[in-house]
């Protein structure tokens, strides 16, 4: 399966804890959530030639599905927007809160 992330760099740099930015996520999602049943998707891959329709799937679902949801959430402000209409996807209640609480604290 694939797992999809974005990482703020402004909540990186105001979230005081160890893991570097390229090990936070606040956003993520899994490729099968992009899908039309929403399932969860994975792949066996024993062939070359199912190695090759693969990664063809794999690459269209990114292209089609996932690149154009990531084009709505550019910003921190993006994410903060989601947030604050109840959305977080990949993300606890508890962490959507310390979020927004992270942005409203830091722009006083």
Known sequence: TVNTGI???????LDDISLSAEH????TRRIGAYLDDTQ???WTVD????????AFEI???ITNKILPNFGT?????DLVALW???GYIGITEGQRRKYLNLIENASQ
Request: glycine residues 4%; hydrophobic residues 20%; proline residues 0%.
């Open 47 to 54: 062939s070359s030639l199912s190695a090759k329709n693969t």
């Open 73 to 77: 959430l550019k910003t921190t402000n």
């Open 40 to 42: 969860d998707k994975w």
């Open 7 to 13: 990482t703020s760099t402004l909540i990186t740099k």
């Open 84 to 86: 604050k209409t109840g």
């Open 24 to 27: 936070q996520r606040h956003y």
């Open 59 to 61: 690459t269209h679902i």
